[in-house]
């Protein structure tokens, strides 16, 4: 799970640096007027923003959990109420 955890973090790292790099290029390119360019780098902002989702969802979902700080400070709120 970790190593899965892992390549969503890298998946988001890519599909960020894809929209960016699309956005930005994209609109250079648009306003020199080289539009067959500037369309193919336009098209790689929504492919990155899927991408980003994608990673996203997969790094949170797959994360391992480590819940013992939690389960520790519940169990000793119910021993505190107990006296």
């Known amino acids: 799970m970790k190593n899965a955890a892992l390549f969503g973090q890298i998946l988001f790292i890519i599909g960020l640096i894809m929209a960016l790099v699309g956005l930005v290029a ?37 994360s391992p959990n480590d819940d013992t700080a939690l389960n520790e400070q519940r169990s000793l709120k119910d021993s505190n109420e107990n006296l």
């Open 26 to 62: 994209g609109f250079w390119l648009m306003f020199e007027d080289i539009d067959d360019w500037a369309i193919r780098f336009l098209i790689a902002v929504p492919t990155g923003f899927m991408l980003m989702f994608t990673g996203l969802a997969t790094s949170v979902l797959l």
